[in-house]
């Protein structure tokens, strides 16, 4: 908790209003404000509470995320495997690329730079940082921030003077060469516009009155080029004269999918972008494709994927991750060359390389020993209710995921009984799907389980076909479907 004392002046008495502004100031985190004796008290918390966070399935993608992170961790959350940086809060996109400019030896080696921004939102606002010289002043802790150093840049994101919506004005400043290519996706952009970028001053009006802070300005121009900024929902004028690197891209997987959109009123919204898993990986693949073709893929040296909590769907993330990364060459065991000097746990924290050299590498297998599957009560849709099944997975005694059976009707089928099998992040690549497709099939009341999954979703189809799934996808079937029945399964280990 972070605490900060205002003038009596700055805020309003009425405590909605107060609300309201401390909201629009802060953004991200929540101030809590008490009357002192010579202003207000500010205590700035990052959110916890359920009420907060306006997708009700987001326990889903904090399972899937590992490490038991909680609600008020996922704005510090990171994981770094070679140049992949994922992310809940894109703020981090902004650390990632001070510390890949910090490795290229620093602006002044840089003769060209494309950021690929895509995202649903611009992300040019005002940091709650002002000008100090040839620095910026970080306003809620005072302490010095300067994109030449990637610590202080990680130390304003996590006292949240750099947010998610403002991450990309520090950078643009400093990096005036920059050429940014937006693409994003209809209501927000229905035709392509070129500008050139202005950074401009803006007056801080609550923790320092009057201190300039620098906000991006975009003014309307023709063509592309260094300075420039484009925003278009077409591929091909996304990439248009890209020739080669170095490019940084940046997804924000609300591009994909931005449903909520952090609005507690999204049901009531007309024009909701809300595709289907299946529209969103045809449109994964569509944006790999644009990249492969024009041979820019091998030019991209740093990628970040922001999950975007109340924005992007949690119940996608795994889906959608697994399937952006292996279209896009980010596997789990990338070269080594392209290694982080300093990689990240879930909390942030800096791994030491010396205790865990396996970590860039291959996974090793987790043992029958290693695991177990503990029977659960289930949630709806997830295993819940007369006719679900559900059992926790355990990995050493700590939760590694979950696997759930529902009796579904669907076609070609009719009803039957569909399994599904989530693992968090860092569970997976171990071979635990294998085991977990088996023991919750064996110990599961039903005869014939069906286990629906994507084409191209390669590994969970080999862990299913391990556990004796038997593939039985059809030429018009759309997704893969694998079936497996006790009377042919082989006789449990």
């Not at 805020?11 to 002192?36: M, Q, T, V, W």
């Not at 997708?55 to 070679?82: C, F, N, P, V």
């Not at 060469?177 to 500008?195: G, I, M, S």
């Not at 300005?217 to 300075?227: D, S, T």
């Amino acid at each position: 908790m972070t605490k900060i004392r205002v003038t009596a002046e700055s805020l309003p008495l009425d405590e909605n209003k107060r609300h309201a502004r401390l909201r629009d100031y802060f953004c991200d985190r929540d101030a809590i404000a008490s009357s002192g004796s010579s202003g207000w008290d500010l205590d700035l918390v990052w959110p916890s509470d359920v009420e907060r966070h306006v997708d009700e399935k987001l326990e889903l993608g904090l399972d899937w995320w590992g490490g038991g992170l909680q609600r008020q961790d996922m704005a510090l959350a990171r994981q770094r495997t070679s140049r992949l940086l994922r992310c809940l809060y894109d703020s981090w996109t902004l650390a990632s690329w001070c510390e890949w400019l910090e490795r290229r030896g620093g602006i002044d080696k840089l003769e060209s730079l494309i950021l690929l921004h895509v995202d649903d939102h611009r992300d040019l606002g005002s940091p709650r940082i002002k000008r100090d010289g040839d620095t910026w002043q970080d306003l809620i802790t005072g302490h010095q921030t300067s994109i030449a150093e990637p610590n202080t840049i990680a130390k304003a994101i996590e006292s949240g003077a750099i947010g998610m919506g403002s991450f990309m004005t520090p950078f643009l400043e400093a990096v005036r060469l920059a050429e940014v290519r937006h693409l994003c996706q209809a209501p927000k952009a229905t035709a392509t516009q070129d500008f050139v970028i202005q950074i401009d001053d803006d007056s801080d009006d609550l923790l320092e009155p009057g201190a300039l802070r620098p906000i991006t300005v975009l003014e309307p121009a023709n063509g592309v080029g260094a300075g420039h900024y484009r925003i278009t929902p077409h591929l091909e004028d996304w990439l248009e004269g890209i020739e080669g690197g170095p490019i940084l891209l940046h997804i924000d997987l609300d591009f994909f999918n931005n449903r909520y959109d952090g609005d507690s009123d999204w049901r009531d919204r007309p024009a909701r972008h809300d595709p289907s898993l299946e529209e969103i990986l045809r449109r994964v693949d569509e944006l790999a494709n644009a990249l492969r073709r024009r041979g820019l893929l091998d030019a991209i040296e740093d990628v970040v994927f922001a999950f975007s909590p109340g924005f992007f769907p949690a119940e996608l993330w795994a889906s959608v991750d697994r399937h952006l990364a292996a279209r896009l060459g980010l596997g789990m065991t990338e070269d080594k060359a392209n290694q982080s000097p300093a990689p990240r746990t879930a909390n942030g924290r800096t791994r030491d390389k010396t205790k865990s050299r396996k970590s860039s590498g291959t996974r090793l297998p987790a043992s029958e020993d290693e695991l177990e599957i503990v029977g659960t009560k289930g949630t709806k849709g997830r295993g819940g209710g007369s006719d679900g099944e559900a059992w926790r997975i355990e990995l050493n005694g700590k939760r590694a995921g979950q696997v759930f059976i529902n009796l579904i009707d669907q076609p070609p089928i009719g009803k039957h009984a569909s399994i599904q099998i989530y693992l968090n992040l860092a569970s997976q690549g171990r071979g635990i799907g294998r085991l977990c497709y088996r023991w919750a099939c064996e110990r599961s009341r039903y005869d014939v389980i069906y286990a629906h999954m994507q084409k191209s979703n390669v590994a969970s189809a080999r862990a299913a076909e391990k556990a004796g799934f038997v593939d039985e996808t059809s030429a018009q079937e759309r997704q893969k479907l694998m079936v497996w029945r006790r009377s042919r399964a082989p006789d449990s280990a």
